[in-house]
């Protein structure tokens, strides 16, 4: 069992970087493949990114050069960092992660484990 929390949401100004953090429980973090999802207001969740157990990282084509993610996996964290924030950034963000680690899930049901998501808020 893998339980993810996130924190790093908030609200900011258009041009502005944040830095979304994700901590998980359990001793098999760094097996796991890690993504990030979204979900902005009267839309459905999607893909933003995924790394796997060894760092590979693989991007939605919309947020591909502003968004970066990454892991630490002495810490069981996985960080999304944010730059160059736009108001269609604007979303609950949430972490998941997959027993398929050495591939790129991309798909919301190629993940086990979900967070309960930080809401980030970028005004215009």
């Known amino acids: 069992q893998v339980q993810l929390v996130e924190s790093g949401g908030g609200l900011v100004q258009a041009g502005a970087s944040l830095r979304l953090s994700c901590a998980a429980s359990?001793?098999?973090?760094?097996?796991?493949?890690m993504g990030w999802f979204r979900q902005a207001p009267g839309k459905e969740r999607e893909f933003v990114a995924t790394i796997t157990w060894s760092g590979s990282t693989y991007y939605a084509d919309s947020v591909k050069g502003r968004l970066t993610i990454s892991r630490d996996n002495a810490k069981n964290t996985v960080y999304l960092q944010m730059n160059s924030l736009k108001p269609e950034d604007t979303a609950v963000y949430y972490c998941a992660a997959s027993r398929y680690g050495s591939t790129w899930p991309t798909q919301e049901q190629e993940f086990h484990y979900w967070g309960q998501g930080t809401q980030v808020t970028v005004s215009s």
């Open positions: 359990g001793r098999t973090f760094s097996s796991y493949a």
